[in-house]
């Protein structure tokens, strides 16, 4: 199986901060690379698909980019409902794996 | 308005089964593969099993090969998860969620449930 190494763990940043959350696999993926978001008690968000593409209706201040193995999210301007946890995952080979998830907390 | 509905969840016995059930609405159900994610408490998501729009092709996480089984009806636009000998580890929030044909084969979850809690205790 593919496995998927997020960076940070977590972190604490402001409102207006820009956050970058990284995600290494541990083979390569091409683009196959997917972001979610996830709140407490709510189902995960897709947020970015093929390492870089936007999903319909995400802020464009969520960005993603990278290829082969190593992944990036970046958030510019975070704002108020960005506090949540970020999960990678992979879908170039079954099984699809997912990071360990990001939590990103007010500073 | 495109939707999942989980149902069937509930507190198990170990060795015990549950059927999962996941009723969509909103899109065209066959055209689309599905997927079971699981979320322990307090901890990530894993993957646990998914089958394609016309349910030849069905895959399983090594956790759960043997004991869960997935499954479809696409005249009901309803998708099921039957769990069989379940254990403590099996407790968790199951969600379903969608692949959307137009993604281009990345096989990105772009709508899910709002999950269905699964306990498994004595």
């Known amino acids: 199986d593919i496995q998927m190494t997020q960076s940070p763990f977590s972190l604490s940043a402001s409102v207006g901060d820009r956050v970058t959350i990284t995600c290494r696999a541990s083979?390569?993926?091409?683009?196959?690379l997917n972001w979610y978001q996830q709140k407490p008690g709510k189902a995960p968000k897709l947020l970015l698909y093929?390492?870089?593409s936007l999903q319909s209706g995400v802020p464009s201040r969520f960005s993603g980019s990278g290829s082969g193995t190593d992944f990036s999210l970046t958030i510019n301007s975070l704002q108020p409902e960005d506090f949540a946890t970020y999960y990678c995952?992979?879908?170039?080979?079954?099984?699809?794996?997912f990071g360990h998830g990001t939590k990103v907390e007010i500073k | 308005e495109e939707q999942l509905v989980e149902s069937g969840g509930g507190l198990v016995q170990p060795g015990g089964s549950l059927r999962l059930s996941c009723s969509a609405s909103?899109?065209?159900?066959?055209?689309?593969?599905m997927h079971w994610v699981r979320q322990a408490p307090g901890k990530g998501l894993e993957w646990v099993s998914s089958?394609?729009?016309?349910?030849?092709?069905?895959y399983y996480a090594d956790s759960v090969k043997g004991r869960f089984t997935i499954s479809r009806d696409n005249a009901k636009d309803s998708l099921y998860l039957q769990m069989d000998s379940l254990r403590a580890e099996d407790t968790a929030v199951y969600f379903c969620?969608?692949?959307?044909?137009?993604?281009?084969?990345?096989?990105?979850?772009?709508?899910w449930g709002q999950g269905t809690e699964v306990t498994v205790s004595p």
């Open positions: 969620a969608r692949v959307p044909p137009w993604l281009g084969g990345v096989d990105a979850l772009d709508l």
């Open positions: 909103g899109f065209n159900f066959n055209s689309c593969e």
């Open positions: 089958i394609g729009g016309g349910a030849y092709t069905v």
């Open positions: 083979q390569t993926l091409s683009k196959y």
């Open positions: 093929a390492a870089s």
């Open positions: 995952q992979q879908t170039y080979s079954s099984p699809p794996t």
